[in-house]
C-alpha cells in the first residue's frame, strides 16, 4: 500500500494551494481518506475527511477555507486550502480507514510541508 501526497510549498498569508494524494494497492472506494496535519512540536490532528460516499467532515478552524475532494477513478483524494494562515503551517499528512475487512485498517503517507509566511 502506498499513499503519496504532493503539492505541499511555501505560500504567503491568504495564498492557495492544493494538496493531492496518490493511493495505490487499496481498493481506493472502500476507504475513508483523510488529511491530516502535524505542527513543530505538536501531535498530529485530523483537518478533513471523506467517506467512500462522498460525505464530508472538517475541523472548525479550516470550515469555509478548505475543501477535500476524492476522484475515484483516479485513486486520488485532493485539499485544496484557500485562506492561508501562519498557523496552518505544519506537515501534511494522507490517511487512508476502513473497517469493511473484517477489522480496522489505517494507512498513512510520508507527509508533504506546507509552510505559511509572511
Known amino acids: 500500500v502506498q499513499l503519496v501526497e504532493s503539492g505541499g510549498d511555501l505560500v504567503q498569508p491568504g495564498g492557495s494551494l492544493r494538496l493531492a494524494c496518490a493511493a495505490s494497492?487499496?481498493?481506493?472506494?472502500?476507504?475513508?481518506m483523510g488529511w491530516y496535519r502535524q505542527a513543530p512540536g505538536k501531535q498530529r490532528d485530523l483537518v478533513a475527511r471523506i467517506t467512500s460516499s462522498g460525505d464530508t467532515h472538517y475541523i472548525d478552524a479550516v470550515k469555509g477555507r478548505f475543501t477535500i475532494y476524492r476522484d475515484n477513478g483516479k485513486d486520488q483524494v485532493h485539499l485544496q486550502m484557500n485562506g492561508l494562515k501562519l498557523e496552518d503551517t505544519a506537515l501534511y499528512y494522507c490517511n487512508a480507514q476502513t473497517i469493511k475487512y473484517n477489522g480496522p485498517l489505517d494507512f498513512w503517507g510520508q507527509g508533504t510541508p506546507v509552510t505559511v509566511f509572511s
Open positions: 494497492g487499496i481498493i481506493f472506494s472502500d476507504y475513508t
